[in-house]
């Protein structure tokens, strides 16, 4: 599960998707958390169909926005990115690469 807490992100927010739906890894899902934008993020998300969206009711901060976002999860890998970054198409594979082969390890 990859969760994207965003704010008026701008343009920024479809590179970030774009960069996600890149993985090599094919196993996930993407939420983005939007934490009461004033911009209208469903306009761009409409672009990615496979996309889960969430939306705050009120501005609770990055952080928060990414806790909603590991509670809707049922996955045993979260990975977080920001909304103005993009993620390394080969992030979600050599991460779990190194959980198969260290089981016990952590990260974060």
Known sequence: ???IPAYNPGK???SAI???LNQRYKNYTITVVDDNSTEDLKETLRRYP???YIRNEENIGPGAS???GIRATNGDLVSLLDADDIMH???LKE???AFKKKPNIGMT
Do not use: D, F, H
């Open 89 to 91: 198409s080969r992030k």
């Open 12 to 14: 920024y927010l479809a």
């Open 1 to 3: 599960m990859i969760i």
């Open 95 to 97: 991460t779990i690469k």
């Open 18 to 20: 774009k960069s996600c």
């Open 50 to 52: 496979s996309v889960n």
């Open 66 to 68: 990414r806790n909603v």
